[in-house]
Nanobody, 122 residues
Framework: QVQLVESGGGLVQAGDSLRLTCKAS????????MGWFRQAPGKEREFVSYISASSDLRSHARPVKDRFFVSRDNDKNTMYLQMNNLTPEDTAVYYC???????????????WGQGTQVTVSS
């Protein structure tokens, strides 16, 4: 079992930045593809970003493509999501996930954190 814990969410104003952190409990962290998803009230969970085990592959969803940046530090068993120029549409609970292959689909990830709330006011 892999435990994932997100942190770094909060209440910010439009235009602000946040950096989310996802820490994993597994010593095999460096073998996992990691992903970020988010879920806004009344909406389905949606893909935000993924990063391959060695960071050589990375993808971001269209709404965040030019504003968010995913990274990881395998020595620290940690993944990050730098979020810049936040807008109210970014308001959601953000989840990190771990899986065996890079994917934009929830079903391809095996482990999930409990999420961290990001609220962006106008």
């Amino acid at each position: 079992q892999v435990q994932l814990v997100e942190s770094g969410g909060g209440l910010v104003q439009a235009g602000d930045s946040l950096r989310l952190t996802c820490k994993a409990s597994t010593r095999s962290f460096s073998t996992y593809v990691m992903g970020w998803f988010r879920q806004a009230p009344g909406k389905e969970r949606e893909f935000v970003s993924y990063i391959s085990a060695s960071s050589d592959l990375r993808s971001h969803a269209r709404p965040v493509k030019d504003r968010f940046f995913v990274s990881r530090d395998n020595d620290k068993n940690t993944m990050y999501l730098q979020m810049n120029n936040l807008t109210p549409e970014d308001t959601a609970v953000y989840y990190c996930a771990a899986g065996g292959r890079y994917s934009t689909q929830e079903m391809d990830y095996d482990y999930w954190g409990q999420g961290t709330q990001v609220t962006v006011s106008s």
